[in-house]
């Protein structure tokens, strides 16, 4: 497996930040590919003026997805997020620590309540459903301080409740994005197995999505490519619902 996040610098006062697969660690020691070893490469950007941050994903750990928010919002620059396709679950969790947000019109934003599989005893359940009620409190709030009063909690629970996919124009109502931008031409997919895990994904998204072609220079052509040609791409997208890039 690889990393989910890579960092590119374009100056000494700017660089740029890509988030395009599924938000997991793994590994230990040296080679683990964590929040961790994402704060040493976040911190080795020194003192930047602009983090531009470019998302598209499916969500993934909810601990580590919220650590890397909570890394970016104490980063001490201007941080611009771009969601270039889908920024779903946890994914959009670390979009809300943008100082603006910004998304073509049509790209989308998910957001669920937190879910996971367990087994145990009736004491355990009980303990899981208290872990995931208070994790849903804390993601909420996310949303909230993002929306500036746009949204309110009542609100935000029922969407949260349904797992709402939202379009940019309603972010942007919910004041969970800042700016709608004119559409870019779609050049990749998410992998359809990727779906399973949802409940309400819109059927015109199925088996399509999700890079902006203009957003994708030659250093993200090359991101891709050097994805794509590993073993842990090709593991991911089996069983864990990774991306399928299809360049044209």
């Not at 771009?82 to 603006?100: E, H, P, R, T």
């Amino acid at each position: 497996m690889g990393k989910y996040w890579e960092f590119k610098n374009k100056s000494d006062i700017e660089s740029d930040l890509y988030l395009y697969s599924e938000i997991d660690s793994w590994g230990d020691g040296e080679y683990a590919h964590s929040a961790k070893s994402f704060k040493n490469e976040l911190d080795a950007l020194g003192d930047i003026g602009t983090l531009n941050i470019y998302i598209n994903s499916p969500g993934g750990d909810v601990f580590e997805g919220v650590s890397i928010a909570n890394m970016l919002k104490r980063k001490k620059c201007v941080k611009n997020i771009y969601i270039d396709g889908l920024a779903a679950s946890i994914a959009s969790v670390i979009a809300m620590a943008g100082d603006k947000v910004i998304m073509p019109s049509n790209s989308m934003m998910m957001i669920h309540n937190a879910w996971t599989f367990t087994q145990g005893n009736a004491n355990d359940l009980r303990k899981l459903a208290d872990d995931l009620d208070k994790m849903d409190s804390s993601i909420r709030q996310s949303y909230l301080d993002k929306s500036n009063g746009k949204i309110d909690e009542e609100t935000l629970i029922d969407l949260m409740n349904k797992e709402s996919w939202l379009s940019a124009d309603e972010c942007l109502e919910y004041g969970l994005c800042d700016e709608v931008v004119e559409a870019n031409k779609m050049v990749a997919k998410l992998d359809p197995k990727l779906f399973k895990n949802y409940k309400n994904v819109p059927e015109n998204l199925k088996g399509s999505f999700f890079v902006a072609q203009n957003q994708m220079d030659d250093e993200v052509k090359t991101l891709i490519k050097n994805i794509k040609e590993n073993d842990w791409y090709k593991n991911t997208q089996v069983s864990k619902g990774g991306y399928l890039i299809n360049e044209k």
